[in-house]
T-cell receptor
Framework: ETGVTQTPRHLVMGMTNKKSLKCEQH?????MYWYKQSAKKPLELMFV???????ENNSVPSRFSPECPNSSHLFLHLHTLQPEDSALYLC??????????????FGPGTRLTVL | GENVEQHPSTLSVQEGDSAVIKCTYS??????FPWYKQELGKRPQLIID?????GEKKDQRIAVTLNKTAKHFSLHITETQPEDSAVYFC???????????FGAGTQVVVTP
């Protein structure tokens, strides 16, 4: 257990549903990330939060909405998703310092299926 | 932005042989190059990283080399073991807000 947890681990939702993914870390890290992992494709960075401020938004559709209420928690709110959004969503965190210059610790991921 | 290409996409090796995975990057300002290993059904985990002021780094059976001029870096695994079977991802970043750009991954299969 790396100290980064994600809930739920599996999620099936319809295109009209609203759901949220949760990520939590108690490693003292101050940067948190959301990634999308699809089969046969590179890990895609979606959002980066540093000191609870969003510092990166990689042209992600507005149906994905992140929230970082404090340095230990990160959410990804989902609404009106499409079947092509089905993927493994990974959360990660990294220690204080330049956010791009340190090991990122990944959570176990949420396997999302959109029907 | 940064683009990272990774080859091969699959690699099958006999136990005890060496495995080499190569990555190229596009942005000459990139200065941090980590490698992650992801076993089936598990999360990616860092196995080794290298920074742009170093040409080579070794940790037991794993080594990484960096050629800044050619903009490529490689992962070398010696004396492979079945537990080395996994997907390996390279990544590159300019040290700016965690924007790691990952390669597509290499599925390594070590056969006994």
């Amino acid at each position: 257990e790396t100290g980064v947890t994600q809930t739920p681990r599996h999620l099936v939702m319809g295109m009209t549903n609203k759901k949220s993914l949760k990520c939590e870390q108690h490693l003292g890290h101050n940067a948190m990330y959301w990634y999308k992992q699809s089969a046969k494709k590179p890990l895609e960075l979606m959002f980066v939060y540093s000191l609870e401020e969003r510092v990166e938004n990689n042209s992600v559709p507005s149906r994905f909405s992140p929230e970082c209420p404090n340095s230990s928690h990160l959410f990804l709110h989902l609404h009106t998703l499409q079947p092509e959004d089905s993927a493994l969503y990974l959360c990660a965190s990294s220690p204080p310092g330049l956010a791009g210059d340190n090991e990122q610790f990944f959570g176990p991921g949420t396997r999302l299926t959109v029907l | 932005g940064e683009n990272v290409e990774q080859h091969p996409s699959t690699l099958s090796v006999q136990e005890g042989d060496s495995a080499v995975i190569k990555c190229t990057y596009s942005d000459s300002a990139s200065n941090y190059f980590p490698w992650y290993k992801q076993e089936l059904g598990k999360r990616p985990q860092l196995i080794i990283d290298i920074r742009s002021n170093v040409g080579e780094k070794k940790d037991q059976r794993i080594a990484v080399t960096l050629n800044k001029t050619a903009k490529h870096f490689s992962l070398h695994i010696t004396e492979t073991q079945p537990e080395d079977s996994a997907v390996y991802f390279c990544a590159a970043t300019i040290a700016s807000w965690g924007k790691l750009q990952f390669g597509a991954g290499t599925q390594v299969v070590v056969t006994p």
